[in-house]
């Protein structure tokens, strides 16, 4: 949060150092190597706030589009949470720690987990937990599911979806169901990466980008030099009105439904988060009544659906021309790897980023 939003409406709090990472603003708190004691909490209490207000900020319901997440700690019933804990969890996050019994009934827990995530979105995540991901030993698991679908302002045309070939690298192509839409639209082009950007805008105030590499290596993606220039700054400036403008664009996209699950512990640790997985250096006695209390597991799942709105699918066999279209316009073709992000365009927040690159 600290660095994600610097350029956004929620500024971070002039104690903190600028460059500072979360990871390595939670260290510094966590090991008591903040500079003063108050300054600490007050900075502890900023974050908090201001994560209040940003997670409020975009997930406030609008009926513009749909975006479900849920967060929450569930902790061997023998962790006895603190009540001032509880407290915070509710103020600032709307959520209640649960306590659960994974040293009997291990399984039983993780079915309860699962029915938890299941109902705070609405259905869309039913199995977060897969089996054996708890046991005896387990002490404590952090969950986290969201799930997105929006509405396109300007919805794709409502023809037959044909099946056109999506270009995996440069030997490999696979058939794919592609959408068509001709609409003044924000288009950019990103010179030194050789990257056309293109923003389709959702109803309300979210949109999705596209990254569309010019061309693809043999046996690769293409995406690799991209992927290695990615980073706040960077997304920030490539999506602002110095890259992109209005223009008359021909675009073809895949349909597509990305649901991907991770447990975040190895890439967690990687990140310099070590204290809060290791059983007899964990210190969560800001949370817990006990001294054995460590993070066992953190799990994460995003599901996005992208598709025309309305539409009826027909199986049928195309090509695509690239190039300049009869209407003048630029085209952006999406038939092959691409990347893409939806982001709160009034925070400047990234809901979700991904990569197409295997249908």
Known sequence: VLQFNKVGDYDVTPAIPENFTGCQFTQQIQKETYPDSILKTQARDKVHSLFHSLSSAITAPTGDYLLESAIKLFGEKTARFKEEYIKHSKKYYSIEPQEVDFQKCAEESRKEINSWVNTQTKGHIPNLLPEGSVDEATKMVLVNAVYFKGKWKTPFEKRPTRLYP????????????MMYLRKKLNIGYIEDLKVQILELPYEGDVSMFLLLPDEIAEESTGLQLLESEINYDNLNKWTSKDIVAEDNVEVYMPQFKLEEHYELKSILRSMGMEDAFNEGQANF???????????????????????????????????????????????????????????????????????????
């Open 166 to 177: 999506f270009r995996v690298n440069r030997t490999q192509h696979i058939p794919v169901k």
């Open 285 to 359: 006695s800001g949370m817990s009544e006990g001294d054995d209390l460590f993070l066992s597991e953190v799990f994460h799942q995003a599901t996005v659906d992208v598709n025309e709105e309305g539409t009826v699918a027909a199986a049928g066999t195309g090509a695509i021309m690239t190039g300049r279209t009869g209407h003048g316009g630029p085209q952006f073709v999406a038939d092959h790897p691409f990347l893409f992000l939806i982001m709160h365009r009034i925070t400047k927040s990234i809901l979700f980023f991904g990569r197409f690159s295997l249908p």
